[in-house]
């Protein structure tokens, strides 16, 4: 089942549909603008922007088919702005103008965090992290793993992980700060 989370305030209303519909609106949007096969098992989001704008339907092209791919829709600290994620891959849309669209990088995204008090849409990938704040992409951390980033807790501003090491074949514990992005690992 896709994720639905509104942590944060958003003035827009989005319906995750289980099949494109047949008679589909006069707004119709592809993420991304270029994809082959964007259709097979894209996920499909009717967007209602706003009360008074014209609803529009975003067909996500799907990532991965792996069920520990997150797929969903998330509100994002820009109440204008919508996250959907589809299979791992991840898109940010203006609601008010959907032809504005940023993929993130990681491919997949293999979590998503609403953090409230930091006011943060965070992006967990294999290797790193990526927080999104209200004015588009706030950080992105250096390395944190070889393989796998776990995140562990958050405590204010700290959050701590876990990143597995390929050189001593062990987890490494880190620890990000939330507003820079900058991290500290054991023993450095």
Known sequence: MPTVDFTFAHEWSAEILPERPYKLPRQWFFYPRYAEEVERG????MVQPAPSAEPFLGTFALGFS????PSGVWSCPDPQWLCAVSGGYAFLVNTLKPEEFT???FRPVLEVRALR????????G???LI???ARGKAWETARLSSEGVQITGIEGRWLHGLGWDMMTDRDVPFTVDL???EHTSEGG
């Open 42 to 45: 894209a996920l499909e989001v």
């Open 66 to 69: 792996d069920p520990l791919a």
């Open 103 to 105: 993929q993130v990088e």
């Open 117 to 124: 008090e930091q006011q943060l849409l965070l992006f967990a």
């Open 126 to 128: 294999h290797y790193a």
């Open 131 to 133: 927080a999104w704040g």
């Open 179 to 181: 507003e820079t992005g």
